[in-house]
């Protein structure tokens, strides 16, 4: 009996209605899943070239991203469903989640208020921009870098040394941050420099500025009444001395926090040849 009743049972699942039934649900799912898969290509190159045109343009792009962002999630979220919709017993779960109970009832289930909390945090960052993509920012300690992504859960950041600090929004909403570029991405940086007391201070300080301005990446950030009474463009002063050394100071601007730290490096390497070469 048990025999015979398991045939029945295997007559019906594999009977040709049945098996034209699931080949045709497996052919939606993979129809939806390579539909799916063209969208989140396209959103991604059309957001590329959109984002690219208003790096070109100088134009801030924080808005973009996380625009981004949401839509290739929600392209996602979208595209699951739909091929839950296509299993026999999940079109009510997938009908559910898609008019927001499902969604309401994940939020109450383990995590759920910090997750919440990224994503709210994430669109007050982008409303009221406390940093931009782009922006330099220092959190404190070694998290600084330049910010590359804003997401709905996560920020992420470029240090020097090109690592990715991925840092929760809720986290980022709740610190202080020191953003260098806020308000202008021009910096200045102080370059020091020690001489010993028998050098000729005027010639080092000659030199010190000749070097500074044969360097590329050296902006003029002097206004127009600066230059008319002929400041110079690289200041050099003496700031300090004690028994060993007298204390030289160079103030030098560059377009961003990052040119500003190559320059200083190269100003300090070409002083010290030029130095050597002229015993100072």
């Given at each position: 009996?048990?025999?015979?009743?398991?045939?029945?049972?295997?007559?019906?699942?594999?009977?040709?209605?049945?098996?034209e039934?699931?080949?045709?649900?497996?052919?939606r799912?993979?129809?939806?899943?390579?539909?799916l898969?063209?969208?989140?290509?396209?959103?991604?190159?059309?957001?590329?070239?959109?984002?690219?045109?208003?790096?070109?343009?100088?134009?801030?792009?924080?808005?973009?991203?996380?625009?981004?962002?949401?839509?290739?999630?929600?392209?996602?979220?979208?595209?699951?469903?739909?091929?839950?919709?296509?299993?026999?017993?999940?079109?009510?779960?997938?009908?559910?989640?898609?008019?927001?109970?499902?969604i309401?009832?994940?939020?109450?289930?383990?995590?759920?208020?910090?997750?919440?909390?990224?994503?709210?945090?994430?669109?007050?960052?982008?409303m009221?921009?406390?940093?931009?993509?782009?922006?330099?920012?220092?959190?404190?300690?070694?998290?600084?870098?330049?910010?590359?992504?804003?997401?709905?859960?996560?920020?992420?950041?470029?240090?020097?040394?090109?690592?990715?600090?991925?840092?929760?929004?809720?986290v980022?909403?709740?610190?202080?941050?020191?953003?260098?570029?806020?308000?202008?991405?021009?910096?200045?940086?102080?370059?020091?420099?020690n001489?010993?007391?028998?050098?000729d201070?005027?010639?080092?300080?000659?030199?010190?500025?000749?070097?500074?301005?044969?360097?590329?990446?050296?902006?003029?950030?002097?206004t127009?009444?600066?230059?008319?009474?002929?400041?110079?463009?690289?200041?050099?002063?003496?700031?300090?001395?004690d028994?060993?050394?007298?204390?030289?100071?160079?103030?030098?601007?560059?377009?961003?926090?990052?040119?500003?730290?190559?320059?200083?490096?190269?100003?300090?390497?070409?002083?010290?040849?030029?130095?050597?070469?002229?015993?100072?």
């Amino acid at each position: 009996m048990e025999i015979e009743e398991s045939i029945a049972f295997f007559e019906r699942f594999f009977s040709y209605e049945r098996l034209e039934e699931l080949f045709s649900m497996g052919v939606r799912i993979v129809l939806i899943y390579i539909l799916l898969v063209a969208f989140v290509f396209l959103e991604r190159r059309l957001f590329k070239r959109m984002i690219a045109r208003r790096e070109n343009r100088s134009i801030d792009k924080t808005n973009l991203v996380f625009l981004k962002n949401v839509v290739i999630y929600t392209t996602y979220a979208v595209g699951i469903l739909s091929m839950l919709n296509q299993i026999p017993g999940m079109q009510q779960l997938s009908k559910t989640m898609l008019t927001g109970a499902g969604i309401l009832a994940a939020a109450v289930g383990f995590g759920s208020q910090q997750a919440i909390s990224n994503i709210v945090s994430g669109i007050f960052m982008v409303m009221f921009k406390p940093f931009r993509v782009g922006d330099h920012i220092n959190l404190g300690g070694e998290n600084n870098g330049v910010v590359v992504d804003i997401s709905m859960r996560h920020t992420t950041i470029r240090n020097a040394a090109n690592q990715m600090i991925i840092i929760p929004n809720s986290v980022l909403n709740n610190q202080s941050i020191v953003n260098s570029s806020i308000v202008t991405s021009a910096t200045c940086v102080f370059v020091n420099i020690n001489i010993a007391h028998g050098s000729d201070i005027n010639r080092a300080m000659d030199i010190i500025q000749d070097e500074a301005l044969k360097h590329p990446l050296l902006t003029d950030h002097r206004t127009k009444a600066e230059k008319k009474n002929n400041v110079p463009q690289v200041v050099v002063r003496m700031i300090d001395w004690d028994k060993a050394t007298v204390n030289l100071r160079a103030w030098v601007w560059a377009a961003n926090n990052n040119n500003a730290f190559v320059l200083k490096c190269d100003l300090l390497k070409s002083v010290k040849e030029r130095f050597d070469k002229e015993g100072i």
